[in-house]
């Protein structure tokens, strides 16, 4: 399945126009965690205001599979 990870908050999307290829939604929801943690591992990150905003999985459809909100701790 192709799944796209989109940034959004409030007024605001950045769009993944590319997405990846993953095997199921739990391989999606890995990569959601993965790339959650590299917004937060970058050095930059510290100064970005992350509430409000999510990360949100869509499929080939645009259908939403689930979002995951990037203020929260992730571990």
């Known amino acids: 399945m192709h799944?796209?990870?989109?940034?959004v908050?409030?007024?605001?999307r950045i769009l993944d126009e590319?997405?990846?290829e993953v095997s199921d939604l739990e391989a999606?929801?890995?990569?959601?965690l993965k790339a959650i943690q590299e917004l937060h591992?970058?050095?930059e990150?510290?100064?970005v205001d992350w509430r409000g905003w999510h990360l949100e999985v869509t499929d080939a459809s645009g259908k939403v599979l689930f979002s995951i909100p990037l203020d929260a701790t992730q571990h």
């Open 3 to 7: 799944c796209y990870f989109h940034l």
């Open 9 to 12: 908050h409030t007024h605001e």
């Open 18 to 20: 590319t997405g990846i």
């Open 28 to 32: 999606a929801h890995y990569q959601a």
């Open 41 to 43: 591992d970058e050095g």
């Open 45 to 47: 990150s510290d100064e």
